[in-house]
């Protein structure tokens, strides 16, 4: 993939990712979405089987129990919010736009990479003053980012 591609690609993940990061949801209810709704509804979890199909109300409290405890599957919660008449949406959102995360990681791989070498020259007496080790940093940095992004992981 060439750079102005990959370029764009990062820019377009990142300003779709962007809505979801303004929108401050509320955090998910510590009983679940499943039975916050179901019982704003007023619906009993008999009703709520009823309507999901092929299930019992024993189920549907399972799947509310595993919701509220992490374990439910997203096919399941789909099945329920359907039933729920309910949008399921999914989207992993990084704390912070994806061109920062690669700088960052870049830099601690430099780092990393930087360190050993100064740690050599450090035993054999060869000391490069810091601005020098800080300015070969941002261009082991630059290339890293360069480069192929795996190399970053």
């Known amino acids: 993939m060439n750079k102005f591609t990959e370029e764009t690609r990062i820019r377009q993940v990142d300003e779709g990712l962007a809505i979801w990061r303004k ?79 690669l700088l960052e990681q870049a830099s601690i791989v430099a780092g990393k990479q930087m360190e050993r070498v100064s740690h050599t020259m450090a035993l054999e007496d060869q000391k490069v003053r810091d601005s020098v080790t800080m300015a070969q940093k941002k261009l082991l940095v630059e290339s890293l980012l360069a480069g192929s992004k795996r190399r970053l992981w």
């Not at 929108?23 to 499943?34: C, E, F, H, S, V």
């Not at 799947?63 to 405890?69: D, K, Q, R, V």
């Open 23 to 101: 929108a401050n949801l509320p955090r998910r209810p510590p009983q679940g979405w499943i039975k916050t709704i179901r019982m704003a509804l007023g619906m009993t979890s008999s009703a709520l089987a009823q309507r999901v199909g092929d299930v019992s109300d024993s189920a549907i409290r399972k799947l509310e129990l595993a919701e509220a405890e992490d374990a439910i599957t997203l096919a399941s919660l789909r099945r329920v919010a359907e039933a729920l008449d309910c949008e399921l949406q999914y989207a992993l959102i990084p704390r912070q736009p994806l061109k920062q995360m």
